[in-house]
């Protein structure tokens, strides 16, 4: 993605966020107590929020912090203002309680299976964790099983480019996803256009029919709103359902207390607590759209932002001085995982559903989820977080 504002030079005693883990190197930058730093500098030359009420101050301040960041379109996440309410309408009717809760029997039967097939030694991310990303998406969106393998690939794909820096590279990764998707597209806009409307519609039918905007979406429309609802998830998913089974694996007294049963409520602030502890969906960003002043630091109009999450969700300020202390119903109001503000995640339902459904998927086929101590684990690299890799024992229930 090409941005529109061109990076400062980079200052002196800036924090270096490339090729860290987000966890670790948030803590850092950020530090506590006395010593505490909301606002920094990155090595680019962009400032990086790391404080938790910097980050959520900012978040909620649209008017100062525009997301206008990228030159292509991002639908919603690109707009601001009158622009974004108008497109965040539309996205928000495909995450109604009752749309989501809809899905529940085909995600139930779909995580099943996908459990099934990863029984035994596994990789709770790049095996497992993807496979359940790719599968539920497609059984969400009604995409083709046969696309499966392709979007996997793809996710292989972009992990590299993302992690190599190389801006023609990533790209080619994104040119390679907005192909896939309009091979789904192409052919069901076609049938529509000859008036073929399908007997039971699903929710990429139903896109390309929306008209809730007065007109029909253009394809480069349909294909933003897409991608924002896949290509970030796909990745997302699976770091996440990581960051869970880490947890259960190495906290016998969860996983006993899971295993005995909870409420999906519990169960989905669990989730919630495991994400804040170690958010793998590190950080957005903005770009100042006037002078601006945080934490007694003044970011001028045209400079770039980054909102931390990872760090703001450690951050002593908000959750006291052990960031690791494992509290669901106590962390809950301020925990920033799903974001704040006009940009709040539309997808958390969705994506709750989808992490619920496959830990109670796990667990039910498992006696017991153990860390495979003979390969080892491989934390992310900014700018993504939780596992790279995590190799688990899913041991199938007597
Ligand atoms: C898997 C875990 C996920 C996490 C941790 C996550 C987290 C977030 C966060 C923090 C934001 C705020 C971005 C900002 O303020 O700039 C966001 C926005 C967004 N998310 Fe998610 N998300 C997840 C899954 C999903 C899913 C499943 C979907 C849709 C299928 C989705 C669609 C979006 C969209 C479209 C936005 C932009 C909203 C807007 O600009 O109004 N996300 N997400």
């Known amino acids: 993605m090409t941005d529109l504002h061109t990076p400062a030079p980079a200052p002196d005693g800036a924090v270096t966020l490339a090729g860290a883990d987000p966890r670790a190197a948030g803590d850092a930058a950020r530090g506590a107590g006395r010593s505490r ?144 998707i309009r091979s789904v597209v192409g052919p069901r806009r076609a049938a529509a256009e000859r008036g073929e409307a399908p007997a039971d519609p699903d929710v990429t039918d139903r896109l390309i029919a929306d008209d809730s905007l007065g007109r029909p979406l253009t394809d480069e429309e349909i294909v933003s709103v897409l991608r924002n609802w896949t290509a970030g998830d796909l990745g997302s998913l699976a770091r996440c359902l990581g960051v869970v089974v880490h947890r259960i694996a190495e906290d016998p007294a969860l996983q006993e207390r899971l295993r005995a049963g909870v409420t999906e409520a519990e169960l989905a602030g669990v989730v919630d607590e495991c994400l804040r502890v170690d958010d793998p969906f590190v950080a957005n960003r903005r770009v100042a759209a006037r002078d601006v002043t945080v934490a007694g630091t003044t970011i001028a109009a045209g400079e770039r932002v980054l909102l931390h999450w990872t760090a703001a969700n450690r951050d002593a300020e908000a959750f006291g001085p052990d960031a690791d202390a494992f509290d669901p119903s106590g962390h809950a109001a301020d925990n920033l995982v799903w974001g704040v503000g006009r940009h709040v995640c539309p997808g958390r339902p969705l994506a709750t559903l989808e992490l619920c459904v496959a830990v109670t998927a796990l667990l039910e086929a498992t006696g017991q989820i153990r860390r495979d101590e003979e390969r080892p684990a491989e934390r992310g690299e900014h700018p993504v977080g939780g596992w790279r890799r995590l190799p688990v024992l899913l041991e199938p229930a007597a």
């Open 37 to 180: 730093c909301p606002v920094a500098r990155t090595a680019d030359g962009s400032w990086v929020l790391l404080g938790h009420a910097e980050v959520r101050g900012a978040a909620l301040d649209d008017a100062a912090f525009s997301s206008a960041v990228s030159a292509h379109l991002q639908l919603p996440n690109g707009l601001d203002g009158a622009e974004h309410t108008r497109w965040r309408a539309l996205v928000d009717r495909y995450f109604t309680p009752a749309e989501v809760q809809r899905l529940r029997g085909p995600f139930e039967d779909a995580a099943r299976a996908v459990v099934a097939e990863h029984l035994g030694r596994t990789d709770a991310v790049a095996e497992l964790g993807r496979r359940m990303a790719v599968r539920l998406m497609t059984v969400w969106l009604g995409w083709p099983r046969e696309l499966e393998d392709e979007l996997l690939d793809w996710m292989e794909q972009n992990q590299a480019a993302t992690r190599s820096g190389d801006p023609a590279r990533t790209r080619a990764v994104a040119e390679r996803f907005d192909a896939i």
